[in-house]
């Protein structure tokens, strides 16, 4: 069902029903006809509005077997994609896509209760996921969602927040809202970058992210001019953080989710980068030191987590190491000893692929290499031509490396990396 076609007070409706205890009567059956139907609509509802627990199912309208159904799809979905695990949640899609990934939000708690917070005014509350997190802290929140359906889900996620209905935008609201706040107290806010209304793309279905912070719901001017002396913001990857506000890119399985801004010295220095991999959470201070270039390639390339490259902090990832940088117009580094490092990919070097396509490919045949993968950095290529020209299939191992040094293309034979011991 489309939200962007239903009237408002029909979705507040539908929020109101789903909260409601027939609605939560009928969710656990949900999920099992979502999964027994194998995702189609049609038969999944026909089947809840027959197979719903006694006292529901008689009066489950299409409307409502749609919805709830909807929620059974989102919940396997934020499971899916995000990690969030907890059947208490309720979701809506463009809720969903915006969503902060537990263990990111439970770190940004973590650092506000250490910065000796107590309260936090979240004033995009949304579906309460990073109001859950605060809670979770033991924090205080007060949580404010200008959209009236949403409201009612954040209500529910986030029962022990105080929940508004109202926008946060409104300068008399706000004004109210702050002065129940302590001076090391936080106000929290996530600027909405994806108009649930604009064009979305082809591929992945989701609206295309807003790239002017003017543009942002609320816009990024209204976010630094709030008259307290602690704001954090979540924001796009790509902003930059203006003086003094401290910065924090995060990555989760080396994809960068969000950068987070603080209006106070929450962190020292005052960017870095937070790895978040099978080892856990691994901080990296930022500096404004850059490695020197290297005479020669190595016997290792690495890759640097691409939160690390955002918040400058390379050097402190490959303390103590022989790495250098492959070029200056490169993001790749190289040495002659591995490095073991949670941002940190190391890429034992086979041989430097030389001459043209064609000379290459015949090399390629001659190490018997059938099959790889293709990583293009810091050069306008695409690798599934690479890997065609090259008359390779796709496979994991080994890798070729498309990058630049010296201003002129470098293409290197590696091993796929190993994991950390």
Known sequence: MDNRLVPETDRAARMEWLVSSAGLQVRDRAREVWQEAGGDPLRASTALRTSAPQGSGEDLTSE???????????????????GIADDHLLFTRDGLEAATRPVVADHRAALLRTSGATRVLDLTGGLGLDSAAFLRAG?????????EATATLLAHNCPTATVIHGDATDPDLLAELLRDLGPADVV???????????ARDSRTARARPERDPERWSPPWSFVASIPHPRVAAKVSPSFPAP???CAEWVSVDRTVVECAVYSWPVIEPHHRAIVVSSQGLTAVPGSDVTLPESPALGRWLFEIDPAVVRAQATVAALSGSDAGRVGP????????TAVDHPAVRSFRVREVLE??????????AH???????????????DPHQIRSSFGLA?????????TRRAGHPLMVLVDSPQPLT
């Open 188 to 198: 929290f806010a996530d600027p909405a970058r994806r108009d649930p209304n604009a």
């Open 367 to 381: 190490l018997g290499v059938e099959r790889a993968s293709v990583k293009c950095r810091d050069v306008s290529a």
């Open 329 to 336: 117009e490169s993001t790749w580094l190289t040495g002659d």
């Open 64 to 82: 409502q077997a749609a919805e709830i159904l909807l929620q059974a799809e989102l919940s396997a979905l934020a499971t899916a994609r995000h």
């Open 394 to 402: 796709e496979g994991s191992d080994p890798v070729i490396i498309a």
């Open 243 to 245: 003086a003094p506000w």
């Open 355 to 364: 001459g043209n396509a064609k000379q290459i490919r015949r090399r390629l």
């Open 139 to 147: 924090l205080r929140v007060t949580a404010v969602e200008r959209d």
